[in-house]
T-cell receptor, first 112, second 111 residues
Framework: DAKTTQPTSMDCAEGRAANLPCNHS???????VYWYRQIHSQGPQYIIH???NNETNEMASLIITEDRKSSTLILPHATLRDTAVYYC?????????????FGQGTRLTINP | AAGVIQSPRHLIKEKRETATLKCYPI?????VYWYQQGPGQDPQFLIS???????DKGSIPDRFSAQQFSDYHSELNMSSLELGDSALYFC??????????FGPGTRLTVL
């Protein structure tokens, strides 16, 4: 699976949009970009995933560059409950038992 | 909606003892994953099962074993416990759509 690079930490004001970048320059054509987050000591939570098109769901938006070498997770109106470690994970295929390889992640702090 | 259930939530054991962690996946999920998260570390994949067969294996010590039963629940058996086994153990489940849903974890403390 491709390696990802994320900032170690970020801060964002409550109510503003939080934009979390991820570099995955060695991503291959059949690999998807997944985002999970982990609120302190809770189980990781799935947020969103995409292959090459931008995706949006009730939690967030995912913007993937045209060359697919980087992506940005957007939380449109951050709340204090969005404080968590956010993991960008690249993995092949969408079916089958595919493990998640967690990297360092970005520790996002939402400030009041 | 039903979530992944893990039991027990907390477990305290002495060195060299044995522990069994249980995981009950979301109904109709056929795949179970186990992850270990040490203090201040990121989750690390241990092992996974698909339709009751082992599908992948990560950095799981030989002292650990796991299986998935006919009702799709899974158990992680840990023997000869060491201090370094103290960690959060997460189970996740998925169906063919493959987003993994994690349980609340079992916090194992080895004294």
């Amino acid at each position: 699976d491709a390696k990802t690079t994320q900032p170690t930490s970020m801060d964002c004001a409550e109510g503003r949009a939080a934009n979390l970048p991820c570099n995955h320059s060695t991503i291959s054509g059949n690999e998807y970009v997944y985002w999970y987050r982990q609120i302190h000591s809770q189980g990781p939570q799935y947020i969103i995933h995409g292959l090459k098109n931008n995706e949006t769901n009730e939690m967030a938006s995912l913007i993937i560059t045209e060359d697919r070498k980087s992506s940005t997770l957007i939380l449109p109106h951050a709340t204090l409950r969005d404080t968590a470690v956010y993991y960008c994970i690249v993995r092949a295929s969408i079916q089958g038992a595919q493990k998640l390889v967690f990297g360092q992640g970005t520790r996002l702090t939402i400030n009041p | 909606a039903a979530g992944v259930i893990q039991s027990p939530r907390h477990l305290i054991k002495e060195k060299r003892e044995t522990a069994t962690l249980k995981c009950y996946p979301i109904p109709r999920h056929d795949t179970v994953y186990w992850y270990q998260q040490g203090p201040g570390q990121d989750p690390q994949f241990l092992i996974s099962f698909y339709e009751k067969m082992q599908s992948d294996k990560g950095s799981i010590p030989d002292r650990f074993s796991a299986q998935q039963f006919s009702d799709y629940h899974s158990e992680l058996n840990m023997s000869s416990l060491e201090l370094g086994d103290s960690a959060l153990y997460f189970c996740a489940s998925s169906s063919y759509r493959d987003e993994q849903f994690f349980g609340p974890g079992t916090r194992l403390t080895v004294l």
